[in-house]
């Protein structure tokens, strides 16, 4: 109950600060600075975003129309690819796959839906995602010049990000070529987002592991009776080597609780610690510590702490960036999927369109609601990050 009460209070200082912010801005008139402030969102409407987009957009206009073309001719795979994997997904969980992974909504909620320990990483993953989606969308546009009505960035509680209003009844009456570089603008650029951070923290980190990280100790555990101080990269234990998570768990499976292990750290050190009892399981012997696996950095004379936060921020940008790219596909009103679902039946020839995208959002929403469903039954929980 503690525990709960404590993640809490974070929360309620920052909804505090949420509600005078608030305040502040009714009372000095914020709209009057082109900041919208309302009980649930912050947001900053400028044309400076516009004439930049625009100016970008025209700047190298033939290398944007062929990686908005690319983008396109992918909107189709990209579509097929979300059905395919929540097809799939759905599939192993009824069948109770032991390869069933869980199906889980990104609601940023610290202490609530999620710990405040990913909170950061969290919300640097969904900036970098909404962001370039939303430029990409607006660059878009204006190459084949349909006007920008607004656009700007925004804080909705918790979620920041970038927004970019484009005319759509301007839009609605361009060429079906325009209307699919719009449509899967978005995606596509989340998508090569995605490859430039893999590659970037390819570069940066080892491949595989070559420790077990200590990212925080248990309260009494033996760990910290033995004062192993957070953020220690565990090499081996009695002398058995532990490159991984896997590693350490087979050499403690022969371990008895209350039994003195000697753990051997990546700076040369020995740490002396007793093992203690499993609270879930009497006979099987604990460390006292929450672990991960430790990726050696690349970059000369980088303490492990910042390189495992730099690590996690790119773990969490290459999880986001492409499941929201994918799921942003699905031919499902209100995502781009289905606009660009609609303008794809339209050049085949279908005039009325309401019926087969009324059927694919249905098929895609029970998709997404079953795989959810299912999903808590297996794995308890539908919050990434809980």
Known sequence: MSSIVDSLIPLGIYLAIWVAIFLVGVLIKADRFGVII????????????????????????????????????????????????????LYALLVRSPQANPTSLIIPLPGVTISWEIFPYILLSIAVLLIPHEVAH????????????SSGVFLALFLPGGFV?????????????TKLRVFAAGSFTNVVTWL???????????????????????????????????????????????ASIPDLAHVMSKVVPNHTVIVQL??????????????????????GIITTNYFASRVPGLPIVSAYQLFSAFNWMILILINVAIVNML????????????????????????????????????????????????????FLGG
């Open 38 to 89: 309302r009980p649930y969102y912050i947001m900053l409407k400028t044309a400076a975003f516009n004439n930049w987009m625009e100016r970008l957009g025209s700047r190298w206009r033939r290398g944007w129309l062929t990686f908005f073309d690319i983008g396109a001719a992918m909107g189709i795979g990209l579509s097929g690819l979300a059905i395919y994997f929540f097809a799939k997904g």
């Open 138 to 149: 607006g660059i878009a546009s204006v190459l084949d010049r349909v006007p920008i009505k």
């Open 165 to 177: 209003e484009i005319d759509e009844e301007n839009l609605a009456k361009r060429a079906n070529r």
């Open 196 to 242: 430039l951070v893999f590659i970037l923290a390819a570069s940066l980190f080892s491949s595989a592991p070559s420790g077990v990280l200590v990212t925080s100790l248990v309260q009494g555990g033996g760990a910290q009776q033995a004062n192993l101080p957070q953020y220690s990269v565990i090499t081996a234990i009695n002398g058995t080597a532990t």
């Open 266 to 287: 990546i700076d040369g050190q020995n740490r002396s610690i007793v093992t203690h009892s499993d609270p879930s399981n009497q006979t099987r012997a604990v460390l």
């Open 331 to 382: 031919p499902l009103f209100p995502f781009d999927g289905d606009r660009y679902f609609d303008t794809v039946l339209r050049i085949l020839g279908v005039k009325n369109t309401r019926l087969a995208r009324i059927s694919a959002s249905a098929i895609s929403l029970s998709l997404l609601v079953l795989s959810l469903v299912f999903s808590y039954l297996r794995f308890g929980t539908i």
